[in-house]
């Protein structure tokens, strides 16, 4: 399986719009509440590396859900943190 990281969000955007889980109604508290949700599962998951890893996944995939749920590009907004990152990561070399 090999596909683009914007296909797979959109693919996982239409198929939870599907089942009724994101519609126009749904506002940025309900995704909050899921993501409460899916920390818990994540603490609760401990220990077990595989469900774990899941559970992580599942957060982000909602996180990504309600970045575009809001009108974003949720890759082009990973794409600022990413260099945010980058440029943290070099000036801290510069301060070492």
């Known amino acids: 399986m090999k596909y ?4 797979l969000i959109n ?3 239409s198929a939870i719009k599907g089942r009724g889980l994101i519609t126009e109604d749904t506002i940025e508290s309900d995704f909050f ?5 899916e920390l818990k599962e994540i ?8 469900h ?3 559970e992580c996944i599942d957060l982000a995939t909602v996180c990504f ?8 590009n949720p890759i082009k907004e990973f794409e600022k ?6 440029k943290r990561a070099i ?3 510069k301060y070492k």
Request: glycine share 4%; no cysteine; proline share 0%.
């Open 4 to 7: 683009k990281m914007d296909q």
């Open 11 to 13: 693919r996982s955007y």
């Open 33 to 37: 509440l899921k993501m409460k949700e």
């Open 43 to 50: 603490a609760d998951s401990y220990g077990n590396e595989k």
């Open 52 to 54: 774990y890893v899941e």
């Open 65 to 72: 859900m309600q970045v575009l749920h809001l009108g974003y």
């Open 81 to 86: 943190v990413v260099l945010k990152n980058e």
């Open 91 to 93: 000036n801290h070399k």
